[in-house]
């Protein structure tokens, strides 16, 4: 099914120059993009849960790539926002060097939705090929496109379930 990543991708929530080398840092770095968004309720509380996700069981998925996530009270649908580190950053606590960041805020009652969007982004970034692409695209609106083309190709052509 295409079409699932599409309502969660928006330029001015990618960063693809993040500037922390440290998982901490580089973790607000990117989750900050998500201050102000209009389906986050609290982001100090979102981001208080995604921290504490992470210090629970580190989100690193290999491959230079982290999925850190909360399902939280603090979002009313899911949302999402990505950083690429040129230089990597450190996760002390799983001692892996990450490139790509994917955070994502999920409501505590949508389960469906994040095992869509969860299962359609790790099937597109096993396949070093596609990690490639998206560790070159050379801005946010190039990165939307090559997730977008890398997700119809990977999970193929069909109606766009409501991700909520």
């Known amino acids: 099914m295409a079409g699932i990543l599409a309502p969660l991708l928006v330029s001015a929530r990618i960063n693809l120059e993040v500037q922390s080398t440290q998982c901490a840092d580089a ?4 989750a900050r993009l998500l201050d102000g968004h209009p389906d986050v309720t609290d982001f100090p509380g979102f981001y208080s849960e995604l921290l504490a996700r992470e210090r629970l069981d580190p989100t690193c998925l ?3 790539i982290a ?3 909360a399902r939280t009270e603090h979002v009313t649908r899911i949302v999402m926002a990505i950083g690429r580190s040129p230089r990597g950053v450190h996760y002390e606590n799983s001692d892996q060097t990450v490139r790509l960041i994917l955070v994502l805020g999920i409501p505590k009652s ?3 939705g994040y095992l869509q969007v969860v299962g359609a982004l790790c099937r597109i970034i096993k396949d070093s090929a596609n990690r490639a692409a998206l560790l070159q695209a050379p801005t946010p609106a190039d990165f939307i496109q090559t997730l977008l083309r890398l997700e119809a190709r990977v999970l193929g052509p069909g109606p766009a379930p409501q991700v909520r």
Request: glycine share 8%; no cysteine; charged share 30%.
């Open 27 to 30: 973790l607000y770095e990117v």
């Open 62 to 64: 290999d491959n230079e």
């Open 67 to 69: 999925l850190p996530h």
């Open 110 to 112: 949508n389960d469906g």
